[in-house]
């Protein structure tokens, strides 16, 4: 206890505040000093509230305006105060220009965005003057309580903006183009006397056609129903290319990563303190974020995910100086609105975690530690280990245990390429316990552990360093053709080597839950055990959860628990399919357009077009 009183008095920041990172002479960034608003001091309900009667205001003015034959005005007084729209030629366009700004503003107001506040206060004023001077009064009153109520909790909507790229410019533009076909095909729909029956694609054509103010196939009875469908849809075409010229021609912020800087500097910590944790080289990994603590004694990698600040194992660097580097973690997740939460950090971490960020722990399960020295095949527990290693050694199969380092580069990437072919999906699974990446140029020092049947490459087992005794495991691969049993072999290899190595400990895979799978088969567990075990085996279907903690059992383990930290119950759902998101588990549908050119075969005539180009006339002359 006296170590964690020390730890409380350390770190904290006695520069003047800072409204953004400084960086020092090493050249990483240090985080902002500055404190954001206490999460456990906001009105949640305020951003939820207001962005959905947003989204209501938006979606009940395009479909106002897409249905004219229904005079929709006239059978909505019932639920005015949701529907402020006007039907008249005049503002029409305006109204469904305001509708979808208001849609697309909507989930920036639910996380608390300042831009998004600004914008929506101005859209919800023009909308009110727009319905008043119409005769609206319902509507425009509606409309001028969402803007009063903004306005009044205007300090709950203080997040900057996420970082971001030129690319989301093509995502908003395609996403408009099929709302405004969308909203061309239901007025088409629902409005009388067309001169004839239109087939979907002829209704579609001249939709799409309108939007570049050209006219299509369709013809109205009424010059008036085609007058306001030609404005809408040009209005439309406009407002689409406005806002993706915009986003496009903005100044870009890529995502921030670890600088080169960055990573040496964590190398450093790693050196100095990284046996407290077998996590703490995944920092390194490629797509993760760092945030330093304002001494730069501590830093936290993180990632964002569905916004969640996601980190994961303990911070890195001085205990004494973990504090500061948490609250630098937690403004800047209350910065930009972000849920924070930690994936797998140990006892001690949680504890400073929960008293520091008044979060909330969970026991997410055990990682299995062996110890080189006490390791031993011999005994009844370890049977199936030595049984399984037997059999792979009769089937002639040799392990060589090596330093990246001692590897030469070309033997390495034949490893890579040979592993890379054994995956049976494109994802890559891993974030918390994953480096990403095998023989990198600055990762010397872990290890790869090979299985070879008569020269042919059968497993592949890689290890980061834990400190400078230990190893933690980051890949384990094998070929399906190989013999059962490949990867057993292999670790018990690794263990055998470890004396070599200068390894004294081994860091397993980690066995999510295991206490209550170990427990819950035990005589004399309570019904509630059971259950929640049943519940466990049943998952593991999909998820290898009572696999991977029988794997690991196997080599009779310490098993050091592990916890997850999170804001509370409220946020549990948000945070945790966050994780599976960032781990992998949960893959969100994607279209690959890579792929997709290539069964098309527009890659071959790319390089088709760009062989003509380099060797037509008109690259002759250019020659010339």
């Known amino acids: 206890m006296q170590g964690l009183k020390h730890m409380q008095q350390t770190d904290e920041p006695s520069a003047p505040p800072a409204t953004s990172p400084t960086e020092d002479e090493s050249g990483y960034t240090r985080a902002p000093v500055s404190r954001a608003p206490d999460r456990r001091q906001q009105r949640r309900w305020v951003p939820i509230t207001t962005g959905w009667l947003c989204l209501l205001i938006g979606l009940a003015d395009v479909i106002g305006v897409a249905i004219p034959s229904l005079h929709l005005y006239h059978r909505l007084h019932r639920i005015a105060p949701f529907v402020p729209g006007t039907m008249t030629n005049v503002t029409s366009t305006a109204t469904v220009i305001i509708g979808l700004l208001l849609l697309m503003l909507s989930h920036g107001l639910r ?23 119409h005769g609206y009064r319902i509507q425009g009153a509606a409309a001028a309580a969402v803007l009063v109520v903004l306005l009044f909790f205007r300090s709950e909507f203080y997040a900057v903006g996420d970082p971001r790229t030129r690319w989301r410019a093509a995502g908003v533009f395609v996403g408009l183009v099929i709302a405004d076909v969308a909203i061309g095909l239901t007025y088409m729909l629902l409005a009388r006397h067309l001169a004839e029956d ?37 209005t439309l075409g406009v407002f689409t290319l406005v806002v993706t010229a915009y986003l496009f021609l903005r100044p870009a912020k890529p995502k921030a990563r670890a600088s080169a800087a960055d990573a040496q500097h964590i190398r450093d910590l790693l050196g100095r303190y990284g046996e407290r944790d077998s996590l703490g080289y995944f920092a390194l990994r490629s797509d993760k974020n760092v945030i330093w603590s304002h001494t730069g004694k ?31 973690f937690l403004d800047e997740a209350a910065r930009h609105a972000w849920v924070p939460a930690v994936m797998g950090c140990g006892e001690l971490g949680a504890e400073i975690w929960c008293r520091e960020g008044g979060l909330t722990a969970l026991e997410l399960g055990d990682e299995a530690i062996v110890e080189v020295a006490s390791f031993t095949l011999q005994g009844r527990a370890m049977r199936n280990v030595r049984q399984m290693v037997a059999r792979v050694c009769r089937q002639g199969y040799v392990a060589d245990i090596r330093r990246v380092a001692d590897i030469d580069r070309d033997e390495i990437d034949r490893i890579v390429s040979r592993a890379g072919s054994w995956r049976g999906s494109p994802t890559e699974r891993g974030f918390s316990m994953a480096l990403g990446r095998v023989g990198g140029a600055e990762d010397g020092q872990c290890v790869v552990a090979t299985a070879t049947e008569n020269g042919v490459l059968r497993g592949l087992l890689h290890f980061v360093p834990w400190g400078s005794d230990g190893l933690s495991l980051d890949l384990m691969r094998r070929d399906r053709n190989a013999q059962p049993g490949v990867n057993d072999f292999l670790i018990v290899e690794a263990i055998k080597a470890a004396h070599t190595l200068g390894v004294k400990r081994v860091s397993l895979n980690f066995a999510v839950f295991r206490s209550a799978l170990e427990r819950g088969e035990r005589i004399g567990a309570g019904p509630v055990l059971r259950i929640w075990r049943r519940f466990l085996v049943f998952i593991s279907r999909w998820f290898q959860i009572e696999s991977l903690y029988k794997f690991n059992a196997k080599f009779c383990p310490v098993w050091v628990p592990r916890f997850f930290v999170f804001p509370g119950p409220r946020d549990a759902v948000r945070v945790g399919v966050a994780a599976l998101e960032a781990e992998a588990f949960l893959v969100w549908p994607r279209l690959e357009l890579r792929r997709l050119a290539r069964r098309l075969g527009l890659a071959r005539a790319r390089r088709y077009v760009q062989r003509v180009l380099r060797t037509g006339p008109a690259a002759q002359r250019i020659g010339r």
């Open 298 to 328: 501590a830093c936290i990698g993180y990632r964002v995910v569905s916004g969640v600040m996601l980190a994961s194992g303990d911070p890195i660097g001085d205990p004494e100086a973990w504090p500061g580097a948490i609250h630098a």
């Open 111 to 133: 996380r608390r965005k300042r831009r998004a506040w600004e914008a929506t206060t101005v859209l919800l004023a023009f909308s009110a003057v727009i319905h008043l001077l």
């Open 198 to 234: 239109y087939s979907l694609w002829q209704r579609t054509v001249h939709t799409v056609y309108g939007l570049v103010g050209v006219s299509g196939p369709v013809r109205f009875v009424p010059d008036a129903r085609a007058d306001l469908f030609n404005t809408l849809t040009s």
